[in-house]
């Protein structure tokens, strides 16, 4: 009759040893082996990797955090084993090794097996392990996550291991019962997909195991830090902030879910730093609505933890090409790079290396999580030769806009005049005892205010008579000429479009294709209907007007039909603009940008400026 695994602790045990399956690379495993080796004594340690590699993979930890690969050579063929910070087997060695624990790795030679996996991978879709979010773990436990994942090991989706298990189970469930007979507490870390094979043959007898052939040659070789997304199990960002709590002085836990909002405020402060304008800057919503976004792309493929290509995706919808590529470009990094490789460099792939510039095919002797490639556009910001070029080709005289975003903006203002004249017709509404009639209803505020009096007040709102005649918007009213040096009034090319006054940034420094040019406003004027006015940068009328803000305002009042004029801005409109309107007979109405959506208003003051009407027929290329 076969043994049962006894739970102990959380724990697997059969007679003396602890089995602990793990997924390589995966940080959840390497923290349920650092809690089993912190909580329990063991006498020895076993790990599920081939003999030969034992002396490189423990030169190897010894230079962690720097992080190397170990490299069986044959004659067409290698296979390899990546000293991964995050990964069970790496942490468990590393442990041990500062405990003074005897440390044996018990796998048969890999050389013809790997060859063979890697024959089955090229003509199958999934080239790794297929099981449930390792994040799993942290909730429900070891015993839990192999109870619900048991039945798995053998189906078809990891059909092609099967073979190879029974030559590798067989090894390493023989020399466990050698271990058993001279150790006490024995801690064996190997290959989840192992689990089913050891199992059995653990309890079985035979006289006689397949040891296999040994590599021609092992070497330990450095991974180029273009490699390591390849390589390593988790992204390399998070391997990093795993790596840097363990050279903390106090106890603490890596947590995936904190480390994925890290990654995206590092993005975000590495974002700022190429484009420290204030319309690229993004808030603390904006990473909330992406992580939300994430959550969502996650459990459609059943997921529980996004991996990078969500986080792209994420990145992308919600804060824009740039912002994802620098995400990219973060999640890859792995800071702990400072000193002179020790061993030589090389470029690798998960399914070959390249050594002495000979590509070879390669295969890991514990396989990971099948990834799954995908590809995303992303526009890349052009370089500094292709900008030069657009810049010396671009005609200064003919410019026009996108007519997309003036579409946009416009209805935005339609908006905002329905609000404005709300606004105006509450400031006006008048209360007064009731006395025979309720007029415009009951007055609530004042009622309460009054209850003790036992008094009801009723309002009375007059009819507004009139219409905004111009909206101004203020994003920015610091008199910065050099931040905002684009000045211009652009006249309207038909009746349902306003004319238009603003002062911006400079199109030259940000074009984005050839005859396209990106800026944001500073302010902005809208007035309707449309009128054919001069220019109000040269206007002398408004030559008193101290900031540009102002002059923006005085125009407004000045050229606008309508007795209502809209400004929205941080801040009330000065003295001086106030007693300008009441000569102009004109009424401001303050709306403040607070009251407004920030993501609303960052796409509002982005725009494009065309260099010719012809500009249109090609600019959605360049225009995201």
Same mark, same amino acid.
């Given at each position: 009759?076969?043994?049962?695994?006894?739970?102990?602790?959380?724990?697997?045990?059969?007679?003396?040893?602890?089995?602990?399956?793990i997924?390589?690379?995966?940080v959840?495993?390497?923290?349920?082996?650092?809690?089993t080796?912190?909580?329990?004594?063991?006498?020895?340690? +076993?790990?599920?990797?081939?003999e030969?590699?034992?002396?490189?993979?423990?030169?190897?930890?010894?230079?962690?955090?720097?992080?190397?690969?170990?490299?069986?050579?044959?004659?067409?063929?290698?296979?390899?084993?990546?000293?991964?910070?995050?990964?069970?087997?790496?942490?468990?060695?590393?442990?041990?090794?500062?405990?003074?624990?005897?440390?044996?790795?018990?796998?048969?030679?890999?050389?013809?097996?790997?060859?063979?996996?890697?024959?089955?991978?090229?003509?199958?879709?999934h080239?790794?392990?297929?099981?449930?979010?390792?994040?799993?773990?942290?909730?429900?436990?070891?015993?839990?996550?192999?109870?619900?994942?048991?039945?798995?090991?053998?189906? *078809?989706?990891?059909?092609?291991?099967?073979?190879?298990?029974?030559?590798?189970?067989?090894?390493?469930?023989?020399r466990?019962?050698?271990?058993?007979? =001279?150790?006490?507490?024995?801690?064996?870390?190997?290959?989840?997909?192992?689990?089913?094979?050891?199992?059995?043959?653990?309890?079985?007898?035979?006289?006689?195991?397949p040891?296999g052939?040994?590599?021609?040659?092992?070497?330990?070789?450095?991974?180029?830090?273009?490699?390591? !997304?390849?390589?390593?199990?988790?992204?390399? !960002?998070?391997? @990093?902030?795993?790596?840097?709590?363990?050279?903390?002085? @106090?106890?603490k836990?890596?947590?995936?879910t904190?480390?994925?909002?890290?990654?995206?405020?590092?993005?975000?402060?590495?974002?700022?730093?190429?484009?420290?304008?204030?319309?690229?800057?993004?808030?603390?919503?904006?990473l909330?609505?992406?992580?939300?976004y994430?959550?969502?792309?996650?459990?459609i493929?059943?997921?529980?933890?996004?991996?990078?290509?969500?986080?792209?995706?994420?990145?992308?919808?919600?804060?824009?090409?740039?912002? +994802?590529l620098?995400?990219?470009?973060?999640?890859?990094?792995?800071?702990?790079?400072?000193?002179?490789?020790?061993?030589?460099t090389?470029?690798?792939?998960d399914?070959?290396?390249?050594?002495n510039?000979?590509?070879?095919?390669?295969?890991r002797?514990?396989?990971?999580?099948?990834?799954?490639?995908?590809?995303?556009?992303? =526009?890349?910001?052009?370089?500094?030769? #292709?900008?030069?070029?657009?810049?010396?080709?671009?005609?200064?005289?003919?410019?026009?806009?996108?007519?997309?975003?003036?579409?946009?903006?416009?209805?935005?203002?339609?908006?905002?005049?329905?609000r +404005?004249?709300?606004?105006? #017709?509450?400031? $006006?509404?008048?209360?007064?005892?009731?006395?025979?009639?309720?007029?415009?209803?009951?007055?609530?505020?004042?009622?309460?205010?009054?209850?003790?009096l036992?008094?009801?007040?009723?309002?009375?709102?007059?009819?507004?008579?009139?219409?905004?005649?111009?909206?101004?918007?203020?994003?920015?009213?610091?008199?910065? *000429?050099?931040?905002?040096p684009?000045?211009?009034?652009?006249?309207?090319?038909?009746?349902?479009?306003?004319?238009? +006054?603003? @002062?911006?940034?400079?199109?030259?420094?940000?074009?984005?294709?050839p005859?396209?040019?990106?800026?944001?406003?500073?302010?902005?004027?809208?007035?309707?209907?449309?009128?054919?006015?001069?220019?109000?940068?040269?206007?002398?009328?408004?030559?008193?007007?101290?900031?540009?803000?102002?002059?923006?305002?005085?125009?407004g009042?000045?050229?606008?039909?309508?007795?209502?004029?809209?400004?929205?801005?941080? *801040?009330?409109?000065?003295l001086?603009?106030?007693? @300008?309107?009441?000569?102009?007979?004109?009424?401001?109405?303050?709306?403040?940008l607070s009251?407004?959506?920030?993501?609303?208003?960052?796409?509002?003051?982005?725009?494009h400026?065309?260099?010719?009407?012809?500009?249109?027929?090609?600019?959605? $290329?360049?225009?995201?």
């Amino acid at each position: 009759m076969k043994k049962k695994f006894l739970i102990k602790k959380g724990q697997l045990w059969l007679d003396n040893i602890c089995f602990l399956p793990i997924i390589a690379g995966k940080v959840s495993f390497a923290l349920q082996v650092k809690e089993t080796l912190l909580d329990t004594p063991f006498d020895c340690l +076993a790990i599920g990797l081939p003999e030969a590699y034992y002396t490189k993979t423990l030169q190897g930890i010894q230079l962690l955090p720097y992080i190397t690969v170990v490299l069986a050579k044959e004659r067409d063929f290698h296979h390899y084993f990546p000293i991964d910070p995050c990964d069970g087997m790496t942490e468990s060695i590393r442990l041990a090794m500062q405990d003074g624990s005897p440390i044996h790795f018990i796998n048969c030679e890999m050389g013809e097996i790997c060859r063979q996996i890697w024959k089955k991978q090229k003509s199958s879709t999934h080239h790794g392990l297929i099981f449930p979010d390792d994040f799993a773990l942290e909730k429900i436990g070891l015993p839990a996550y192999v109870q619900a994942v048991y039945t798995d090991f053998v189906s *078809k989706k990891n059909s092609y291991y099967s073979l190879q298990n029974d030559i590798q189970a067989k090894y390493m469930a023989s020399r466990l019962q050698e271990l058993s007979l =001279e150790f006490g507490k024995i801690l064996f870390v190997f290959s989840i997909h192992h689990l089913p094979f050891i199992f059995h043959y653990y309890q079985t007898e035979f006289k006689s195991r397949p040891k296999g052939k040994s590599p021609q040659e092992i070497s330990l070789y450095t991974i180029h830090p273009d490699s390591l !997304y390849n390589i390593l199990g988790e992204v390399p !960002y998070f391997t @990093y902030l795993y790596e840097k709590i363990k050279g903390t002085l @106090y106890f603490k836990e890596f947590e995936k879910t904190e480390g994925l909002k890290k990654l995206l405020l590092k993005t975000r402060d590495e974002f700022q730093k190429d484009f420290p304008e204030e319309i690229y800057r993004l808030s603390l919503q904006d990473l909330q609505t992406a992580l939300q976004y994430m959550k969502k792309l996650s459990l459609i493929k059943n997921r529980l933890i996004p991996d990078l290509y969500e986080m792209v995706v994420a990145a992308k919808g919600i804060m824009g090409d740039g912002y +994802a590529l620098k995400l990219i470009e973060t999640a890859k990094f792995y800071p702990l790079f400072e000193v002179e490789p020790p061993y030589p460099t090389i470029k690798m792939t998960d399914k070959s290396v390249r050594v002495n510039k000979l590509v070879f095919p390669a295969c890991r002797v514990v396989p990971s999580i099948a990834r799954e490639w995908k590809k995303i556009k992303l =526009e890349k910001k052009p370089g500094k030769k #292709q900008k030069k070029q657009w810049k010396t080709c671009w005609n200064p005289n003919t410019v026009c806009s996108w007519p997309p975003e003036d579409e946009i903006i416009e209805n935005f203002c339609g908006y905002v005049r329905k609000r +404005a004249l709300k606004i105006a #017709q509450i400031s $006006q509404v008048r209360s007064e005892e009731f006395q025979s009639t309720l007029k415009d209803g009951i007055h609530i505020r004042e009622t309460l205010r009054n209850y003790h009096l036992g008094k009801i007040y009723v309002k009375e709102e007059p009819q507004i008579h009139g219409e905004v005649g111009a909206i101004i918007f203020i994003f920015d009213d610091h008199m910065d *000429k050099e931040k905002y040096p684009y000045r211009l009034t652009w006249l309207p090319e038909h009746k349902e479009e306003s004319t238009l +006054a603003f @002062y911006a940034t400079d199109y030259k420094k940000e074009l984005v294709g050839p005859g396209v040019a990106r800026c944001f406003y500073g302010g902005a004027l809208f007035i309707y209907p449309p009128q054919f006015i001069p220019d109000v940068w040269e206007d002398r009328k408004f030559i008193t007007a101290p900031s540009d803000a102002e002059r923006l305002i005085m125009a407004g009042l000045y050229y606008a039909e309508h007795q209502y004029i809209a400004v929205v801005a941080k *801040k009330k409109p000065s003295l001086f603009t106030k007693n @300008y309107a009441t000569l102009q007979k004109k009424r401001l109405l303050f709306l403040p940008l607070s009251s407004f959506s920030h993501i609303t208003l960052q796409k509002l003051r982005y725009f494009h400026v065309l260099n010719g009407k012809q500009v249109r027929s090609w600019a959605s $290329q360049f225009i995201r």
